[in-house]
């Protein structure tokens, strides 16, 4: 007979309490295997596909795409066992009452939390299958005031369907007042597209639907009212956190970097980096690894609890990433052991993925010291705050054509000015003034790097 399991919410990420459901790839009576990814959910630190570690029919989505979830809390019912074969003889009826912690382990890379699940009852007991799933709970935490108390599948639109786009594209229907679900998609599997969403909006497509609930805005206001979560809620919290714990101090440097510009150049038309993006960032992330091993102090961090300064024998290089959900850091693990080429190639692969979307959490723990390039927007500086957990953040403006006076000549050169913010806990001004003083000469002349 049927036997229904619920699928919770699982930890993705060491000390996440909860998360958003994104989108589900699945919907009421789809077949799924094992490992078969079913949800995109976006916590605090990045969107992540969640699979599920059984097979069977899914029966019930517990959750609407758009609510907040806290891990454990279960968000999708399944049958396990639909056709009713896998039912044991009654001989055999003692194995059916092994710990569920055995048959719920966890996947590999799954999360660390226990798996709740509700079992079948007894061989001989009245038979009760449906119930299970009629008692499903409310869904948590939802983030439209008015839901009803009834499962959130109830309500949906079109029987249970849930619309297949992915994050970009919800984001732009929201923004343009598009319903999701009356469209369909045309991409491979009904998956919804932008043209899609723009067709729609253009009133080229099926009518669609202006929810003042789902787009936030309210005509009477002129006001378009957006949740704080996930990506955003995370970042505000970490940089209120780090700019009332750490004492920050800000430096500013303007350098010539015509010659770095020149070696570019020369990088681009060489056979070892062809095909290799070498940008200023590039040189940037080279010219601080060199650097911290100079001044080591840039590299440790504060430990307020063992009230130690920890200094690190490695450079987990975080980058500041401007991603559609709002700012992320990802690291590029031991940066400090890599060759200027593997650099480039480790910047640019983890820039790519982060504008994706796709970034790990995993991926944006550990950092050690930070870059923030404002010069891509145009922007000749700033005074970044620190990431919780590092000591310092090299911020990089705009490289712009600008007098020079060289060899008593002025002349045109390609100017940059840095900023570096610094923890003064850990970091004197004599430490961060050196710090900068290296980045600045080696982005100045690469030559330098070989004194290093």
């Known amino acids: 007979m049927p036997e229904y399991k619920q699928f919770p919410l699982a930890d993705t990420a060491e000390g996440l309490t909860e998360a958003d459901i994104i989108a589900w790839q699945v919907k009421p009576g789809d077949t799924v295997t094992v490992n078969q990814i079913v949800v995109e959910v976006e916590t605090a630190k990045a969107a992540v596909e969640l699979p599920i570690p059984w097979a069977g029919v899914v029966t019930e989505l517990l959750v609407e795409p758009g609510q907040t979830v806290e891990v454990g809390a279960p968000i999708l019912t399944i049958d396990v066992d639909p056709g009713g074969k896998a039912a044991p003889a009654p001989a055999a009826a003692p194995a059916a009452e092994e710990p569920a912690e055995e048959e719920m382990k966890p996947l590999v890379g799954y999360g660390s939390k226990a798996v709740v699940t509700q079992r079948r009852a007894r061989k001989g007991a009245a038979p009760a299958a449906p119930a299970p799933v009629a008692a499903a709970p409310a869904p948590v935490a939802p983030a439209v005031p008015a839901a009803p108390a009834a499962p959130a599948v109830a309500s949906k639109p079109k029987g249970g369907y849930v619309p297949l786009a992915k994050p970009p594209v919800r984001k732009l229907a929201k923004d343009l007042g598009v319903d999701l679900h009356a469209l369909t998609g045309t991409a491979d599997g009904g998956v919804i597209t932008r043209d899609d969403v723009h067709a729609a909006a253009n009133g080229s497509a099926a009518p669609t639907a202006v929810s003042t609930v789902d787009s936030g805005y309210d005509p009477a206001t002129r006001e378009r009212r957006v949740p704080i979560k996930g990506v955003r809620k995370a970042t505000a919290a970490a940089m209120v956190q780090s700019a009332y714990t750490a004492p920050h101090v800000t430096e500013f440097l303007t350098i010539d970097v015509t010659p770095m510009m020149e070696f570019r150049e020369k990088l681009k038309k060489?056979?070892?980096?062809?095909?290799?993006?070498?940008?200023?960032?590039?040189?940037?992330?080279?010219?601080?690894?060199?650097?911290?091993?100079?001044?080591?102090?840039?590299?440790?961090?504060?430990?307020?609890?063992?009230?130690?300064?920890?200094?690190?024998?490695?450079?987990?290089?975080?980058?500041?990433?401007?991603?559609?959900?709002?700012?992320?850091?990802?690291?590029?693990?031991?940066?400090?052991?890599?060759?200027?080429?593997?650099?480039?190639?480790?910047?640019?692969?983890?820039?790519?993925?982060?504008?994706?979307?796709?970034?790990?959490?995993?991926?944006?723990?550990?950092?050690?010291?930070?870059?923030?390039?404002?010069?891509?927007?145009?922007?000749?500086?700033?005074?970044?705050?620190?990431?919780?957990?590092?000591?310092?953040?090299?911020?990089?403006?705009?490289?712009?054509?600008?007098?020079?006076?060289?060899?008593?000549?002025?002349?045109?050169?390609?100017?940059?000015?840095?900023?570096?913010?610094?923890?003064?806990?850990?970091?004197?001004?004599?430490?961060?003034?050196?710090?900068?003083?290296d980045v600045g000469a080696l982005l100045a002349d690469p030559a330098v790097a070989i004194t290093y």
Not at 280 to 306: M, S, Y
Not at 319 to 327: E, M, N
Not at 372 to 386: L, Y
Request: glycine letters at 8%.
């Open 270 to 437: 060489s056979r070892e980096f062809a095909g290799v993006k070498v940008t200023p960032l590039t040189f940037a992330a080279k010219a601080v690894c060199l650097a911290a091993k100079r001044t080591p102090d840039v590299n440790a961090v504060w430990d307020e609890a063992a009230q130690e300064i920890v200094y690190k024998d490695y450079v987990h290089l975080g980058i500041a990433a401007a991603t559609p959900r709002g700012l992320v850091v990802p690291k590029v693990r031991d940066a400090d052991s890599m060759s200027l080429k593997e650099l480039a190639i480790a910047l640019t692969e983890l820039t790519d993925v982060a504008r994706e979307g796709k970034t790990t959490p995993a991926a944006m723990l550990g950092g050690t010291i930070t870059i923030t390039n404002v010069g891509v927007f145009g922007v000749d500086t700033g005074t970044p705050i620190i990431n919780p957990g590092e000591s310092a953040i090299l911020c990089l403006g705009a490289i712009k054509d600008t007098p020079w006076v060289v060899d008593g000549e002025i002349k045109v050169r390609k100017v940059l000015q840095l900023s570096l913010s610094f923890d003064h806990r850990v970091v004197d001004g004599q430490q961060g003034s050196e710090f900068l003083a």
